[in-house]
């Protein structure tokens, strides 16, 4: 290995009880710009492996093993050490820009706070990563959440840094913004930067094309490099995560159906905030029994306002929305109101956290009445595979793949016509956003229930759909 | 600029709400119980010894007292408008330059223990944060719980009986000299600093466990660089609103303190008078506590604004930059 | 260690409360010839100016001083409570004209509402309840507008009025539960606070009128005699300070509670 190799071997990383919760995981970057990822859900340990390199982990933990940077080798044991290395040797590329950075202090003089920084490279940096020189007259909350992201790349840019970790560089932006930083990273490898990527988005590992590294409850389960990885996975769960990602679903053969009742239809509908024009306009779609509809565009289009629109939460500025052939209005709304429903963004936030599951479920007596209430409580219980000691909890103490299905099957419960699914994907893991479809895929077939679907995600769009609204600015 | 004029013109219209409730509220209330009000004037100015019903008469008639109330009401606020008072009902006197007098007082009063609770609380709560569960955060939350149990009288009463009778070191009351001050203002300085400290505390210790400060570390900044470049102005925001918060609030000190120390302010003159049922003193002080109150309110929100770009800048579209 | 302080701080508001009970005597009956004598072991507290036992008066005020200043947070809480959650679920006018009110009375300056309207009213039970539940609702009705708005615009609000459940329903179940939860321990602390309000009026002499035993005016009673009579004066001021220390630390344990509930999120 050459000097201007860097190899990280991480032993383990012990709790403050002294339970060893990561470990073992080791990477090498053999040439400057290399790129080393780490995949795997939430809680598998690889945010803690990128704070034990940089020497941030939680107080009271501990990690063993060492980092060789530049002819040096530092025991990830010595926290001084490795913090010494701080924007010298190591930089870091935080997941929440708007936490990151200091509220109260204009862009440029943030980035002018990195050791060694000057003028020159504060521009050279923010013309690399496509901020104009303005940006650096901002305060954060001036900026857009890709932009703060990108500042916060200038920072590892400016720094001399030759080793920069970027956790989840992705997490909480649209297809677009993503893009912009795979580019960023993309510009620091260039650059002669190598990279340790923290990340659950499997597209970015991808593209990335850097020695991957699928982490699972605290260990490294596989290793490689990304295009062998993503091609032939061994390990029975690299296996199962890699086929949750949209890319590699298999698309659905063409089905052919026969023309059914309209459930739902918007003649002629625009709708605008007061403030601002208008958001869409002359939309005009039928949504029938047993079809899925893909609305599509990028965030703050109004997809969430249209998906409103169509359940009556909203009123239309113009045209109509028509619910099984009248007019919503609020009388047919309050009639047919529980024959209409949403699936929510986040599926745990329609719980209260202050109740328990169970009495969620059962202040639907109010309104199915207390006798088929139960034995239909049962019955989707067992369809949806989920265990009855759940209603005894609250929200916060159930992962998010129960979640997501028993906000499905509360809105079950009321037996719907339609459903539009607003970004069912977007907050959980992998392998539950596989699990949503399969089961709104089985409601469809199964139920005629018709299905709206919001997405920014073109890819889980084509492969699902029978119908696409793309709505565009 | 438009959040500022905003502000400003919010503030004020507020301040004259309160000041308009104040002028009705005592007519209301004074005028429920006229007959009452003319007696107890009778018995501030000659003593109960010559109290009688034709004396309350002569007065009642001699301050208008039993004119019709919407005409009294009227002419208050008619005099109001061009800036005159009126006279004390007991005193005879210049409400006015008796407001002007005390109002100096209670002024000084307020601004040396204002002052004198942050010249104590600043260092104690940095220290109490820098360094948690060390013996200042141990020692400074205790005194904390325990003050703000305290009510300002009864500190005021332990202060006077250690200080003015047992060591005999300063006067307990009244205001001839600088040397009166001292008391009052220490008793003022402690109940304020109680709330400063755990605030400044509490400020200073999320600033300081701030993302963005560990991040400005990672940038190679040590960490007391990091705290002084970047933790400054984040923590000055709540603290010095607050502390100007605070200089609103000491009104509830006034009063008591005053009371008890004998002092000549504007609480002391306002609990006195409306002891005696003086209508225009009462009102007078009120309106200038009132009016006060919302003016450092207002230096308050104005503060905040200059320290925190967020609220001055808010306006500023974020299109600007791209 | 805070539970132990927050059983001490029951036990001696339990103790303070109901003490009068079990000593005998009548707190109002004089002896002139033992005006302002020390203590003794059936009169720790000694005698006042009119020959009164001090500890007797300190004893019969607890119940009026603490269960006025109960009162007082009990009306301003349930108040606030309904204000900020109409305003907050009717929004618009009620909402804008409802929440001015409450600025208004914001805007007056500490104490100085209960003075003018006790001062006016006339002192007694009546007018303190009034004048500082009045200056008392206005952080209730704010704080509940603030969490009632949040929590309506919650997703399970939504949700549950899609599945077509009746306002009241929901208003009980999702809205009011997380409202008082995060009321509850500043009404808690506030009691505190009205005792300060309740004992700073009887001390200026605008509160609960004399003979009536109750603490303010018991110290204002005394202060002439500060210098021969320092027990007498310190027994009230002793009363106020740890029936305000401990709702203080019922509420520290509360908050602590809450904060370790919180932590499963």
């Known amino acids: 290995m050459t000097d201007q190799g860097i190899e990280f071997q991480l032993d383990q990383i012990l709790d403050t009880e002294g339970i060893r919760i990561v470990g073992p995981v080791s990477l090498y970057w053999d040439t400057p710009g290399d790129a080393c990822v780490l995949i795997g859900e939430t809680g598998s340990g690889k945010s803690l492996v990128a704070q034990s390199i940089l020497g941030l982990l939680p107080p009271d933990f501990h990690a063993d093993g060492f980092l060789r940077i530049e002819g040096k080798r530092i025991a990830l044991g010595d926290v001084t050490a490795l913090r010494a290395q701080w924007s010298t040797t190591m930089a870091l590329v935080p997941q929440e820009p708007f936490r990151s950075l200091d509220p109260t202090m204009r862009i440029r003089r943030q980035l002018r706070q990195v050791k060694g920084s000057d003028d020159r490279r504060i521009d050279a940096a923010l013309s690399e990563l496509d901020l104009s020189a303005s940006v650096g007259k901002a305060y954060p909350f ?94 029975d769960y690299s296996r199962a995560l890699l086929q949750s990602d949209p890319a590699n679903w298999s698309a659905p053969a063409p089905r052919i159906r026969p023309p059914s009742r309209t459930v739902a239809e918007l003649r002629d509908v625009s709708f605008g905030y007061r403030a601002g024009g208008p958001l869409f306009e002359n939309l005009s779609f039928t949504i029938d029994a047993g079809e899925v509809v893909a609305v599509t565009g990028q965030s703050g289009i109004g997809k969430t306002t249209l998906g409103d629109v169509l359940l009556g939460l909203r009123r239309p500025t113009s045209g109509t929305v028509l619910w099984e052939g009248t007019a919503a209005t609020k009388a047919t709304v309050h009639r047919l109101r529980r024959k209409y429903q949403k699936l929510h963004q986040d599926p745990g936030a329609v719980f209260a956290r202050h109740r328990t599951i169970g009495q969620h479920f059962a202040d639907l007596a109010d309104i199915l009445g207390g006798e088929s209430l139960s034995l239909r409580l049962e019955q989707l219980r067992e369809r949806m595979k989920l265990s009855a000691r759940l209603m005894e909890r609250s929200i916060d103490e159930i992962s998010g793949g129960e979640a997501q299905r028993l906000a499905l099957m509360r809105i079950l419960m009321l037996d719907p016509m339609l459903i539009v699914a607003d970004e069912p994907s977007s907050r959980v893991d992998p392998i539950v956003q596989r699990d949503v479809f399969e089961l709104l895929d089985a409601l469809r077939d199964q139920q005629e229930v018709a299905i709206v679907l919001i997405s920014h995600r073109t890819k889980i769009v084509s492969s699902f759909a029978d119908k696409v609204v793309r709505l565009s600015s | 600029m438009t959040y500022w004029t905003t502000m400003i013109v919010g503030r004020l219209a507020q301040t004259a709400m309160v000041a308009w409730t104040i002028v009705t509220m005592c007519f209301v209330f004074v005028h429920v119980l006229p007959g009452d009000t003319a007696l107890r004037i009778a018995e501030a100015r000659g003593g109960a010894e010559f109290l009688n019903v034709g004396r309350a008469e002569e007065i009642a008639s001699e301050e208008g007292l039993n004119r019709p109330i919407l005409l009294q009401y009227g002419e208050w606020i008619r005099r109001l408008a061009t800036g005159d008072l009126g006279v004390s009902l007991v005193s005879g006197q210049s409400v006015t330059s008796e407001l002007w007098y005390r109002g100096q007082n209670t002024l000084v009063l307020g601004i040396v223990g204002w002052l004198a609770s942050h010249l104590v609380a600043l260092p104690i709560g940095i220290c109490a944060a820098l360094r948690p569960r060390g013996w200042v955060d141990k020692l400074s939350s205790f005194y904390c719980v325990t003050m703000a149990s305290l009510p300002s009288f009864l500190m005021g009463i332990g202060l006077i009986s250690i200080f003015a009778l047992s060591l005999r070191w300063l006067p307990p009351a009244g205001f001839r000299s600088p040397e009166h ?45 990091a705290l002084w470049q970047n933790g400054w102005r984040n923590a000055a925001i709540p603290i010095v609103a607050f502390a100007a918060l605070q200089f609103a609030a000491v009104v509830d000190g006034f009063i008591m303190i005053e009371t008890l120390f004998n002092f000549p302010g504007l609480g002391d003159l306002l609990v006195s008078s409306m002891l005696a049922r003086d209508v225009p003193m009462v009102m007078g002080a009120g309106l200038v506590a009132a009016v006060g109150y919302g003016l450092v309110n207002l230096a308050a929100d104005l503060t905040s604004l200059a320290l925190d770009p967020r609220i001055s800048q808010r306006d500023q579209r974020r299109a600007t930059f791209r | 260690m805070m539970r132990r302080m927050q059983v001490a701080s029951i036990a001696v508001l339990i103790v ?147 599945a077509g459940f009746r306002t009241t329903a929901i208003l009980r179940r999702h809205v009011l539960p997380p409202v008082i939860h995060s009321t509850l321990p500043i009404g808690v602390l506030s009691v505190g606070g009205a005792i300060l309000s309740v004992s700073s009026l009887g001390f200026l002499g605008l509160g609960i009128r004399p003979p009536t035993p109750e603490w303010g005016a018991m110290i204002s009673e005394m202060m002439p005699y500060i210098s021969e009579a320092r027990l007498q004066l310190a027994a009230p001021c002793l009363a106020i300070f740890l029936s305000v220390l401990a709702f203080a630390h019922v509420f520290t344990t509360g908050r602590k509670k809450v904060t370790a509930g919180r932590r499963h999120d």
Not at chain 1, 166 to 190: F, I, V
Not at chain 3, 29 to 57: T, Y
Not at chain 3, 112 to 125: I, S, V
Request: hydrophobic share 50%; charged share 15%; glycine share 12%.
């Open chain 1, 142 to 235: 001036q900026l857009s959440g890709g932009m703060a992201q990108r500042t916060l790349f200038a920072t590892a840019l400016v720094s001399g840094a030759s080793l920069i970790i970027a956790d989840e560089p992705t997490k909480g932006l649209d297809e677009d913004r993503a893009a912009q930083s795979l580019t960023a990273l993309n510009r620091l490898r260039a650059e002669g930067r190598s990279l340790l990527v923290i990340t659950h988005d499997l597209d970015l590992a991808r593209q990335l094309d850097g020695r991957t590294v699928v982490m699972k409850a605290g260990e490294a389960v596989e290793a490689g490099p990304a295009h062998e990885l993503f091609t032939s996975p061994r390990n």
């Open chain 2, 181 to 225: 001050l001292i008391l009052p203002a220490a008793t003022l300085a402690l109940g304020l600093s109680a709330f400063s400290i755990r605030l400044i505390r509490d400020t200073v210790r999320e600033v300081n466990g701030a993302f963005f400060i560990t991040f400005a570390r990672t940038k190679g900044l040590t960490a007391s660089m």
């Open chain 3, 16 to 162: 303070a409360a109901g003490i009068h009970l079990l000593l005998p005597g009548d707190p109002n009956s004089q002896d002139l010839l033992r005006a302002l004598e020390g203590p003794s072991l059936l009169h720790p507290f000694g005698f006042d100016h009119l020959g009164r036992d001090v500890l007797l008066r300190v004893a019969h005020a607890a119940p009026r001083s603490l269960g006025l200043a109960g009162l007082c947070v009990v009306f301003a809480y349930a108040g606030g409570l309904a204000l900020g959650m109409i305003a907050a679920y009717r929004g618009g006018l009620v909402d804008a004209v409802l929440m001015r009110l409450v600025d208004l009375l914001l805007a007056f300056p500490g104490i100085l509402l209960a003075l003018l309207l006790a001062g006016f009213l006339g002192g007694g039970p009546g007018p303190i309840l009034f004048g500082i539940s009045l200056g008392l609702m206005p952080q209730f009705a704010r704080l509940s507008r603030a969490t009632a708005g949040q929590v309506l615009a919650e997703q399970h609000v939504e949700a549950a009025e899609m």
